[in-house]
């Protein structure tokens, strides 16, 4: 109680990433020419440091296009402690 939580994931893969470009140049005329080009990066494996324990699923999450004034003050609201007095010189 009172620590967080710690997580060394065991298969870890060997992160890596992938940067690519391409262009063209096309001259029409002296005065007038096209470029486009593309930039691409693409990362693997990432490791991620900070995992979302308190995640809320899909299905309770709202679909509504509007704020529900209601629902959020009911889960922002401040709730007690449940673990107050558990731990040593903690309140």
Same mark, same amino acid.
């Given at each position: 109680?009172?620590?967080?939580?710690?997580?060394? +994931?065991?298969?870890?893969? +060997?992160?890596? =990433?992938?940067?690519?470009?391409? #262009?063209?140049?096309?001259?029409?005329?002296? $005065?007038?020419?096209?470029? *486009?080009?593309? @930039?691409? $990066?693409?990362?693997?494996?990432?490791?991620? =440091? *900070?995992?979302?324990? $308190?995640? @809320?699923?899909?299905?309770?999450? =709202?679909? =509504?296009?509007?704020?529900? !004034?209601?629902? !959020?003050?009911?889960?922002? #609201?401040?709730? !007690? $402690?449940?673990? !107050?007095?558990?731990?040593? #010189?903690?309140?």
């Amino acid at each position: 109680m009172g620590q967080t939580v710690s997580f060394l +994931n065991p298969e870890m893969k +060997n992160p890596y =990433s992938l940067r690519w470009t391409f #262009g063209v140049q096309h001259s029409f005329t002296s $005065n007038l020419l096209l470029e *486009v080009s593309y @930039i691409g $990066n693409h990362a693997v494996h990432l490791p991620v =440091s *900070v995992t979302q324990l $308190n995640v @809320i699923p899909r299905q309770f999450l =709202s679909t =509504s296009p509007t704020p529900d !004034a209601t629902l !959020a003050g009911t889960l922002t #609201g401040t709730v !007690a $402690n449940p673990f !107050a007095g558990l731990l040593p #010189g903690k309140t």
